[in-house]
Nanobody, 125 residues
Framework: VQLQAFGGGLVQTGGSLRLSCATS????????MAWFRQAPGKEREFVAA????????YYADSVKGRFAISRDNAKNTVYLQMNSLEPEDTAVYYC???????????????????WGQGTLVTVSS
């Protein structure tokens, strides 16, 4: 399994970015896919996820209503649309997957096996 995250950059407060996670070696339509982020000096935290083949998406409270996770099975790519960005969203963003993860572990970064390399998002005030 290989994941490659890209699409980060510098954006002003209130702006938008779309992150992409290109995947290979897995069946995206049935995979649990998640986005995490890590700000300087802080622990890696859950942002959003799609659990297995379900249509429901799950979000951290801090991004709910502003971020949206989605996947394009034909392109083997997962997206994170980020709107109304705030300086507190500044972090390195990672995509991750684990084919055997259970729902109760969805938000736990330690339960994920495969990670992308991360892409930096900087939101200026």
């Amino acid at each position: 399994v290989q994941l490659q995250a890209f699409g980060g950059g510098l954006v002003q407060t209130g702006g938008s970015l779309r992150l992409s996670c290109a995947t290979s070696g897995l069946t995206l339509s049935t995979a649990t896919m998640a986005w995490f982020r890590q700000a300087p000096g802080k622990e890696r935290e859950f942002v959003a996820a799609l659990f297995r083949s379900g249509y429901n998406s799950y979000y951290a409270d801090s991004v709910k209503g502003r971020f949206a996770i989605s996947r394009d099975n034909a392109k083997n790519t997962v997206y994170l649309q980020m709107n109304s960005l705030e300086p507190e969203d500044t972090a390195v963003y990672y995509c991750a997957t684990n084919s055997r993860i259970i729902f109760s572990d969805l938000r736990n970064p330690q339960r994920y096996v495969h990670w992308g390399q991360g892409t930096l998002v900087t939101v200026s005030s």
